[in-house]
Structure formats: structure tokens, C-alpha cells
């Protein structure tokens, strides 16, 4: 089991004062939902309440509530009922539930399966760690394990602060180091094919990175959607705007009926390794604390901006290399 422990956040304070947390959402194969629900129960209690057979929860554990669930809107929503009343087939209860059953675990083969946490203090992550090792133990596969496996690691990590000068700094310092991080944790090709983490178009990170670029929170918020009309960035700032400023994002060509406002930036790039004995949940979140430490220091934050800007595409100078050492030291 890796010994990596969870760096902390350079900012630990959010917008109100309360420390900041971090909901994170694992993606799976090889385990059934039971399973996992049960390898949660065993670290932080609760019961189990089976909302059908694609969706269950743990409720009243000692972090909050977990959700589990086969991460396909078409059974999460029970949408398949529609289509099959169009052809006309009218389930009965129990026909229905043997349906379930079937697509469950046939679905289960290729639609991941998935936990969903509250958000956690810092002091909990090395216990849902602990669920993660408890899994792989199970049997739990994770990215690598086949070229249809695109599953992600994904994080919520609540903001510090709602200013947009806080915002765009940290937007620059993620596209900076965009690839040290795709690198660094060898995102696997599965994930980089698809739709999911698409990275943000050259145009978007020029714009940002320019130093006259200095807006407030409405030309911030513009700047994004206008560039940015998907969720499918791997660092989804949909939720937040969302949240900031909700009839503006209401207002954009965007997937509305998928973002979840809320004051957290939607970290989406990291793979899910799982099955690994000696990968951890604090590696990607390390991942991401290296960012948090890039936009906290706003010299060196333009530094790198600007000669970004004079060799675009390319990786920013000496740094790189001493970023790669420490993140492959960690992944």
C-alpha cells in the first residue's frame, strides 16, 4: 500500500472561514455496488438505503452521505422505462426488478460504478484512502485495465475565496501546468480519446495568460462559457460560475441539466488506478495542491505566463522539470 501522505492546501480557509474540503468521486469496475457500500460502512458507518437497483446510498455515516451508483443517466434516471413503453412493453413489479438485476450487472461490465463523497476535511481523506485500499483488495479495476475502462478520479475542492482575481489565478496556473500534470500521471489514452477531459483550446489559454487580461467577475464568467461551452474540461469551472452567478451560465449554450452548482472547483483530470497497490487518493490530490502552490505565488505565476506566451505550447522552462520530479515522485 503506497505511504503517500495528503500535502495540505495552501489556502485552507473558505470564502466564510470554515476549512475547505474536498467531495471526491471514484470510478470503478470488478465491484458491485453492495460491495462498495459495504467497504464504506466498515470506515464510517451508516447504513445502507437502496434507492433501486443502478443507485444506493450510505446514510448517516460519521463523514455524511455516500452515493453509489452505476453512472449512466439512462438507468440512474430509470429513463429505460420510456423507451420501452414506446414499443409498448408495460413491466410489472417484479418483472421489473429482474430487469434491474439483469442490467445491473450487464452494465456493470462497461458503465462504471461509482462513489460518490460529501466533501471531507483534509483530515478524512487518509480514511476514504482506506476504502480505496479495501476495494482493491476486492477486486476493484481501475483505468488501465482495458481500453473501454475511461474512468476518472475526479475532485470537488471547495474555493477559497469567490474574487475573480483568485479565480483566474488559478486558471493560469492549471493550464501551465496542464501537461506536467497529464504527464506526470501518465493519463492513459482511453481517457485522453474521449470527451470527457478535453483540454481547454489554445485561443482560451493565450486570452487568460495575456497580463492586460484583468477582469471582474461578469467578463471572467463570459470569458469561460464563451470559450468553454461543455463541462468536458479537466478543470470543469461550470459548477462555481454556476453557483457565482446562475442566470448568466443559465443563459449559455451549456449542459444545464448536468451541472450541479456549487462553491468548488471540478477537478476532472486524474485516471482512476484502483487496482494499483501503490497509487492513493493523495496523488492526485497532491497533483492538484501543486497547482494551489503555482497560482500562490503571483511572481512566479507570471513569470511562467509569460513565457508561456513566448514559446505557446511548449512546457514552461526549468520549472517543468522540477514539477515532473516531484509528481512522478508522488504518482
Known sequence: MSATSFLPLPWTRTPEGARRRVGVEI?????????????????FGGHIEAEHAFVLHVRDS?????????????LK???????????????????????????????????????????????????????????????ALGTERS????FGLQLNIEIHSREPEWLLAILRAFVLMYEILAQ????????????????FPGAFVRYILDPDFTPDRASLIDTYLAHNPTRNRPLDLLP?????????????????????????????LPDCRIDDPNWSLAHPLNGWVEVEQLAAHPERL????QEYLERPGQAVGRWADEWMQRLRAWF
Do not use: N
Open 240 to 268: 462555481v460560475l454556476a453557483e457565482l452567478d446562475p442566470e448568466r451560465v443559465a443563459a449559455a449554450p451549456v449542459e444545464h441539466e448536468l451541472i450541479k452548482a456549487r462553491p468548488a472547483l471540478h477537478y476532472r
Open 62 to 74: 460519521d463523514a455524511g452521505d455516500f452515493q453509489l451508483e452505476l453512472d449512466a443517466r439512462v
Open 302 to 305: 507570471e513569470r511562467l505566463a
Open 27 to 43: 470510478e470503478m469496475a470488478g465491484v458491485s455496488l453492495e460491495t462498495m457500500a459495504r467497504a464504506i460502512i466498515d470506515e
Open 184 to 199: 506526470a500521471g501518465a493519463i492513459d489514452l482511453s481517457r485522453r480519446l474521449s470527451p470527457y477531459i478535453r483540454p
Open 147 to 150: 481500453f473501454l475502462y475511461a
Open 77 to 139: 434516471d430509470r429513463g429505460y422505462r420510456e423507451h420501452l413503453a414506446r414499443l409498448g412493453v408495460d413491466l410489472e413489479d417484479r418483472d421489473q426488478e429482474a430487469l434491474e438485476a439483469w442490467l445491473a450487472d450487464a452494465a456493470g461490465r462497461l458503465v462504471p460504478h461509482e462513489i460518490v463523497a460529501p466533501p471531507l476535511e483534509p483530515a478524512q481523506l487518509p480514511r476514504l484512502d482506506r476504502v480505496r485500499a479495501a476495494l482493491q483488495q476486492e477486486g
